[in-house]
């Protein structure tokens, strides 16, 4: 089922269903549900498994919160008891996104501002069922620690998730509970980069592409141009997993910043030519349509300075780069493409300094038309 149900809120509608079976009612018709459900509730709570038991009396879905005249949702609200206190748990689940926005901060914040909630009786538990590469897992923990939670915020994993669902029992038998699991399961490779057939993995499994992001965030090429983001973006062709770095901003229009984009579309182990690339992208100050709304001459002043930015790069090859750089494929938007390179996943090392240097004749070019960076990348 799993296997087409692959949005969050299928997640959200697998967890709501799991967490229906913490009742008192549940525990003596499906004790086997019963104990998984408790599990999972009490991880998400950081309590111990030989804590008491916590049932659940209401479960909300996409609950609204208002803090300081916006809005926002919380994926899953649960409301339940514990030795006859009522307690509160949001529950941030995650699939290919990471948290954005400060929306776990916000949320607990904007709860602790009504009447009912307190910091002894809110919780928090960020769950995510992908990998989580490690800047992400180290800011969450950091998030964890800090004086807003009060020790009542908690980060689930995809191997720590797996370990929770994961019992003997005639709960393992359950269609839906087993159905998750081994999707789940299926999610969880290891690779070692240091062996070249690791490689051919790449594109082939999320959890792959995530570890591989993971292996070159650790590399100077990457470390020493500042990595920004790594994660997942949806498109009409099926979308890629993407990693970000070498970022830089500026003080004039049209764009804001420039930066790298790795990019690895889906592929299936039996094809051969799994074609990566790093694209050069370059990102507007708004929107597209509100830009070109302001200046109907946007259009032509994107292309130009574009065409300028490519040509830094094009005039400067000698005809004996091992990449071939390809300005096709353009269109305005927010985020756009100036142009990008292609390689197999084992050239990593000179795809990302080919593309790094191309970065520096780009910036000369700029500095050489007045526009300067406005401040480091941190």
């Avoid at 509608?13 to 004790?31: I, N, P, V």
């Avoid at 290891?190 to 992001?213: H, K, M």
């Avoid at 003080?251 to 420039?258: A, L, Q």
Wanted: some cysteine; charged content about 30%; aromatic content about 12%.
């Amino acid at each position: 089922m799993f296997d087409y149900a692959t949005s969050e809120l299928s997640q959200d509608a697998f967890f709501c269903w799991l967490l229906s079976y913490s009742t008192q009612q549940d525990k003596k018709e499906y004790g086997d549900l019963f104990r998984v459900s408790q599990s999972f509730l009490k991880h998400m709570l950081g309590k111990e498994e030989s804590d008491c038991e916590y049932f659940v009396e209401k479960i909300e879905r996409q609950k609204k919160i208002i803090s300081k005249d916006q809005q926002g949702y919380i994926d899953i609200f649960v409301t339940l008891k514990n030795k006859g206190q009522t307690l509160y748990l949001i529950i941030e689940d995650k699939i290919n996104t990471g948290e954005h926005d400060n929306q776990l901060t916000k949320y607990y914040s904007a709860l602790l501002q009504e009447q009912q909630y307190n910091c002894d009786n809110l919780f928090l538990s960020y769950v995510k069922s992908e990998y989580m590469i490690k800047s992400e897992k180290q800011a969450m923990e950091s998030l964890k620690e800090t004086k807003l939670f009060h020790g009542h915020m908690t980060v689930i994993d995809q191997t720590m998730l797996l370990q929770i669902l994961r019992q003997e029992g005639d709960a393992a038998e359950h269609i839906i509970l087993n159905d998750f699991i081994k999707k789940l399961n299926d999610k969880i490779t290891v690779v070692n980069f240091n062996d070249s057939a690791s490689f051919q993995l790449v594109g082939t499994n999320s959890t792959v592409n995530y570890e591989y992001f993971e292996f070159l965030t650790q590399l100077d090429i990457i470390k020493d141009h500042k990595f920004c983001w790594c994660g997942y973006v949806n498109n009409a062709r099926g979308g890629f997993h993407c990693l970000t770095w070498n970022e830089h901003k500026f003080d004039k229009e049209p764009f804001s910043s420039i930066y790298l984009q790795m990019e690895i579309p889906p592929y299936s182990e039996e094809e051969e030519n799994k074609e990566l690339r790093i694209v050069l992208k370059l990102k507007a100050y708004e929107e597209k349509n509100a830009l070109l709304a302001a200046d109907p001459d946007l259009g032509q002043k994107i292309r130009a300075v574009r065409e300028e930015i490519n040509a830094s790069i094009l005039e400067a090859d000698n005809g004996e780069e091992e990449f071939s750089y390809e300005t096709k494929y353009f269109r305005i938007g927010h985020t756009m493409r100036a142009g990008y390179i292609a390689f197999d996943a084992e050239e990593y090392r000179k795809a990302i300094q080919t593309m790094n240097t191309y970065v520096d004749r780009v910036l000369e070019a700029l500095r050489a038309n007045h526009i300067h960076e406005v401040e480091a990348w941190e």
